[in-house]
C-alpha cells in the first residue's frame, strides 16, 4: 500500500465525521470560532476537519465531542463510522 492511498479519503470517512461534528455544532447553536475555542482546536483548523480535509487525532474527536456535550461513540455512529 502506497503512502499516498493511507491518507486518501476515498470512503468519505473523513467528510461523514466532519459533517456529523457539524451537524451537531449548528443543533447546539454554536459557532465553529466557539467549538474551536472550547476544544483548544485552531478555528481554521476546525473548519478543515468539518470539510473532511484533516484527518483528526483521536485525542481531538474526544476534545470536540466533549465541547459539544455528546460521546465519541454518537459522533461516530452519526458519521456511520
Not at 34 to 52: P, T, V, Y
Request: aromatic residues 0%; charged residues 25%.
Amino acid at each position: 500500500m502506497s503512502r499516498q492511498s493511507i491518507h486518501t479519503d476515498t470512503d468519505g470517512k473523513l467528510r461523514r465525521l466532519g459533517a456529523s461534528i457539524r451537524a451537531v455544532r449548528h443543533e447546539r447553536g454554536l459557532s465553529q470560532e466557539a467549538l474551536a475555542d472550547a476544544s483548544g482546536i485552531d478555528r481554521s483548523h476546525m473548519g478543515k476537519i468539518e470539510r473532511g480535509e484533516r484527518n483528526v487525532s483521536v485525542l481531538n474527536i474526544a476534545r470536540i465531542a466533549e465541547a459539544l456535550g455528546v460521546t465519541i461513540a454518537a459522533l461516530m455512529a452519526s458519521a456511520e463510522l
